[in-house]
Structure formats: structure tokens, C-alpha cells
């Protein structure tokens, strides 16, 4: 069980400290994501959002909610987007009990293909209901008139 709790602190470790070389955290944000005495508790409002339809090159926004239902400061350690078409900006200051936090992911359709579209936003946070969460946001991306002219 020991070796097991070490593990996943190493890992832990590994995901906040190796793979986040120039974010903005502060030692203390650090500290506290790796603190599980303090971990706390977080509900996400809008784990999945509708885009609906959306012309091929197309840009559009979609924004996700976080409250801290718990009794510790939430951290979001750290927001990414599984594809290179998808950008994503959060609340990176801590999310004090009580207080929503937002993650907005930008995606550009210029190389999606057309048809359905279902992409995902991992977010690691210092919570007890599980350390990762997928965020989801789906539509359809159809061809543009001058597009389909073109064939």
C-alpha cells in the first residue's frame, strides 16, 4: 500500500512539475496541489457543451463552468486540450470554497473534417472526486457553400 501511495506521488509530481515547464503557478499553488490533506471537491456545471453547427474554418469559443464545492482552495494545475485544432484558457488563480471557475476552449475548424466533432479538455485539479477530469464539447462541422462550388 506504501509503495503504491508513493507511486502515485511521484506521478503526480511527474504530471505538475516536468510537463509544466513556463506556467505561471506559484510554489505555494504547487505545494497545495500536491497537499492531499487539503485536497477539496469540485462540480462541473457544463462537462459537456453543444456547439451545434458550424461552417468548415470557422471559429467559435465554448466555455466551461467549475464550482468548489468543498472546503480547501481548488486549484486547476492544469488545463489541455487533446488536439492541436483546440486552445484552452482557465482560471489559474486558486478558486476559493463556494466560487466558479472557468476554462473557455477555442476551436478552429479549418482542418477538422466535415461531419461530427466531438473534442476533449483534460483538467488536473487537487480534488478528491478524482485529480483528472474530461471536459467535452461536441457539434457538426459542414462544408461552406463556396467549398462545396469548389469541387
Given at each position: 500500500?506504501?509503495?503504491?501511495?508513493?507511486?502515485?506521488?511521484?506521478?503526480?509530481?511527474?504530471?505538475?512539475?516536468?510537463?509544466?515547464?513556463?506556467?505561471?503557478?506559484?510554489?505555494?499553488?504547487?505545494?497545495?496541489?500536491?497537499?492531499?490533506?487539503?485536497?477539496?471537491?469540485?462540480?462541473?456545471?457544463?462537462?459537456?457543451?453543444?456547439?451545434?453547427?458550424?461552417?468548415?474554418?470557422?471559429?467559435?469559443?465554448?466555455?466551461?463552468?467549475?464550482?468548489?464545492?468543498?472546503?480547501?482552495?481548488?486549484?486547476?494545475?492544469?488545463?489541455?486540450?487533446?488536439?492541436?485544432?483546440?486552445?484552452?484558457?482557465?482560471?489559474?488563480?486558486?478558486?476559493?470554497?463556494?466560487?466558479?471557475?472557468?476554462?473557455?476552449?477555442?476551436l478552429n475548424?479549418?482542418?477538422?473534417?466535415?461531419?461530427?466533432?466531438?473534442?476533449?479538455?483534460?483538467?488536473?485539479?487537487?480534488?478528491?472526486?478524482g485529480?483528472?477530469?474530461?471536459?467535452?464539447?461536441?457539434?457538426?462541422?459542414?462544408?461552406?457553400?463556396?467549398?462545396?462550388?469548389?469541387?
Amino acid at each position: 500500500m506504501k509503495l503504491l501511495v508513493f507511486i502515485s506521488i511521484c506521478l503526480l509530481y511527474f504530471t505538475i512539475f516536468a510537463c509544466h515547464k513556463g506556467k505561471s503557478e506559484t510554489n505555494a499553488d504547487m505545494k497545495a496541489a500536491l497537499d492531499t490533506a487539503h485536497y477539496t471537491l469540485v462540480k462541473w456545471m457544463d462537462s459537456t457543451v453543444q456547439f451545434g453547427s458550424i461552417h468548415k474554418g470557422e471559429h467559435i469559443t465554448v466555455r466551461f463552468r467549475c464550482k468548489n464545492i468543498g472546503n480547501e482552495p481548488l486549484i486547476l494545475v492544469d488545463v489541455r486540450p487533446v488536439c492541436g485544432c483546440t486552445v484552452a484558457d482557465y482560471t489559474k488563480h486558486p478558486i476559493m470554497p463556494g466560487l466558479e471557475g472557468i476554462i473557455e476552449a477555442a476551436l478552429n475548424s479549418e482542418h477538422v473534417p466535415v461531419g461530427n466533432v466531438r473534442k476533449t479538455i483534460i483538467v488536473n485539479t487537487n480534488t478528491k472526486n478524482g485529480t483528472e477530469h474530461y471536459l467535452f464539447f461536441e457539434g457538426q462541422v459542414v462544408a461552406d457553400s463556396a467549398t462545396i462550388l469548389k469541387f
